[in-house]
């Protein structure tokens, strides 16, 4: 299995941007347990940006508190792609943003997986 992170790019304060996280070789017969995205700027700690969780009780979506309101996640199951909506962004957003997500197979159980990263700039 592996993740393909893209969608990243420059954009103007303000602007949007939909990064786009590609899942390939899972097969026909998987579950996707969980997928996140992550925010990286060099010297700062890896921040959670929003991480959706499936569970037997429900799906539960989190979203960082500086992200929240502006960011939205979704799935498009047809091409096995996770999204992120990224709008109003601002400066303090410029980031490589990275994937993640825990997918269950028949041959290797529940794996967690990273995508590349892509990156953001975001200009004032």
């Known amino acids: 299995v592996q993740l393909q992170a893209s969608g990243g790019g420059l954009v103007q304060a303000g602007g949007s941007l939909t990064l786009a996280c590609v899942a390939s070789?899972?097969?026909?017969?998987?579950?996707?347990?969980?997928v996140g995205w992550y925010r990286h700027t060099p010297g700062e700690q890896r921040e959670m940006v929003v991480r959706?969780?499936?569970?037997?009780?429900?799906?539960?979506?989190t979203y960082g508190s500086s992200v929240k309101g502006r960011f939205t996640i979704s799935a498009d199951n047809n091409e096995n792609t996770a999204l992120l909506r990224m709008t109003n962004l601002q400066p303090e957003d410029t980031a490589v943003y990275s994937c993640?997500?825990?997918?269950?197979?028949?041959?290797?159980?529940?794996?967690?997986?990273w995508g590349q990263g892509t990156l953001v700039t975001v200009s004032s």
């Open positions: 993640t997500s825990n997918i269950w197979t028949p041959q290797t159980g529940s794996v967690d997986y």
């Open positions: 070789g899972t097969g026909n017969f998987f579950r996707v347990n969980s």
């Open positions: 959706w969780l499936h569970t037997a009780s429900g799906d539960r979506t």
